[in-house]
């Protein structure tokens, strides 16, 4: 770590690793004390609402959107369905592996206390997307930069967030998927990263620009499918070696608390890199799931960030596991000196065969190129918050889908992903700071619900009169 800002930014230094001290910089003194105490002052307002109502949300994955003659609305379970499809895919395949090389199987224990305290941020900002939702056409729209700017009344931060989460969704995020699709390409195939970027950044540009929306229709059926398919094969593989899990999970938690790592001084990162890494696969608290989940129709904002809570919980503690199980009975870890989805590929090739690298690919190509869509997305609605100049929005679809997508095929993993993760922080930054200052409406109407629920109305109903403070800032929930 650097030990000034003069050395951060010094010539001596590469590009890569000032970016990668800036990085530290920013998660040692901001964001890991951000997200373990938000999520902590969370859970504690809360009374442990991811724990306490675990069978709450289950049971509204049920929930269907009640519309009336004419209008549009996605439900409950549809709004989950997004917002998980955006959540599983490069941080699942890859993320873990590179978090499992740099901090060791302990790595993957603060991945899943990351989760368990993340989730109740994750209902926090859920919750607050539905309360301050705005009609749009014959659907919602909504997100952090709408309960900024209403709840808050601050324009600019809502400003500030919207240039944040274009640039850290849109661009970073897509140079590492685009990089990920090439590496795995690469290693199951032997195909040059340059001409896989060459054909993703044309694919991408396609669909941004309006063409090809049978891809995006295809896609929409074959991702769930492979996301099945990969938890599956991973399921497999932990029941065929049942007999050495306990060792595994011994390993685990040794690593996340072990003497050998404090005394060597490695305990810090497998620390950072476990968050870092659950952060970017689970985005609780990062305020991208949120965009989603204000687009749902329901009758009580709770519901909704129940049910993205529960997606933090499918994101990391299934999925995630599985991938880190994969890798960690393969034992390849500690001897390829392979990092990210190729190390995901050799340890699933050790277990299944030549069909496991080929399989990864094809699943990581899915996920991914589908993750660049949707990610774009997030970027090209907050660019409609901010102006509605064509030129700024055909500008962004060039950078989104063409210009990052290739610096993404040819650049190094770690300098993707440091980027990632100095664009991460900032954005993380922006948006716990709003949903600690908003996050009271959201424990009243977590208490509504639940009064509700003691009285035995089974379908609980918000109204905006609930909050007169803030009621002339609400445009629905009439």
């Known amino acids: 770590m650097a030990n000034s800002w003069t050395d951060i930014f010094s010539a001596e230094g590469s590009l890569n690793q000032n970016i990668l001290a800036v990085s530290d910089v920013i998660w040692t003194y901001l964001l890991v004390a951000l997200l373990i105490g938000c999520g902590l002052f969370f859970t504690w307002k809360t009374k442990f609402v991811q724990f306490r109502m675990i069978r709450e949300m289950i049971r509204l994955l049920t929930d269907s959107a009640v519309t009336k003659q004419g209008e549009k609305h996605i439900s409950s379970f549809q709004a989950f369905a997004v917002s998980v499809a955006t959540r599983v895919g490069t941080g699942n395949l890859a993320g873990v592996a590179t978090a499992i090389t740099i901090g060791g199987p302990g790595s993957v224990f603060w991945m899943w206390i990351i989760a368990l305290i993340g989730s109740a941020s994750a209902f926090v900002e859920s919750t607050l997307a539905q309360l301050f939702k705005q009609k749009h056409k014959d659907s919602f729209i909504g997100g952090p930069a709408y309960y900024i700017v209403k709840g808050l009344r601050l324009k600019w931060m809502a400003a500030l967030f919207a240039v944040l989460i274009t640039i850290t969704f849109g661009l970073s995020y897509n140079s590492i998927q685009s990089n990920t699709i090439c590496s795995a390409m690469e290693q199951a195939f032997g195909i040059s990263p340059l001409w896989i970027g060459i054909l993703t950044a044309t694919l ?49 938690v040794e690593g996340a608390f072990g003497i050998e790592q404090f005394a060597g001084g490695t305990l810090g990162a497998t620390m950072m890199t476990g968050i870092k890494r659950g952060l970017f696969s689970n985005e609780a608290g990062e305020g991208s799931a949120p965009n989603v989940a204000a687009t749902a129709h329901t009758s009580h904002p709770v519901k909704q960030g129940l049910i993205q809570a529960l997606g933090v919980f499918t994101d990391t503690l299934l999925v995630c596991s599985c991938t880190a199980f994969i890798i960690l009975l393969s034992g390849g870890y500690q001897a390829t000196g392979l990092n990210g989805i190729a190390l995901t590929q050799y340890a699933l090739q050790s277990e299944v065969g030549a069909a496991g690298p080929v399989f990864v690919a094809i699943a990581v190509c899915l996920f991914a190129f589908s993750s660049i869509i949707g990610n774009y997305y997030y970027g090209e609605a907050n660019i409609r918050y901010l102006t509605h100049k064509k030129s700024v929005l055909n500008s962004y679809r060039v950078c989104s889908a063409g210009v990052v997508v290739m610096f993404g095929a040819i650049a190094s993993l770690d300098i993707v992903w440091n980027i990632g993760d100095v664009c991460m922080a900032c954005l993380a930054a922006c948006n716990l ?19 509700q629920k003691k009285k035995g109305i089974k379908d609980p109903v918000f109204t905006k009169d609930k909050l007169p403070e803030i009621a002339d800032r609400i445009e629905c929930w009439e």
């Open 433 to 451: 700071i709003a949903i600690i200052c908003l996050g009271k409406y959201a424990f009243r109407m977590l208490d509504d619900y639940r009064a």
């Open 204 to 252: 991408a540009l396609t669909v941004v620009f309006g063409g090809i929306h049978r891809i995006a229709k295809v896609s929409s059926v074959l991702v769930p499918l492979m996301a099945v398919g990969y938890f599956l094969l991973a399921i497999t593989v932990v029941i065929m070696n049942i007999g050495i899990l306990p060792e595994i999970l011994k390993q685990i």
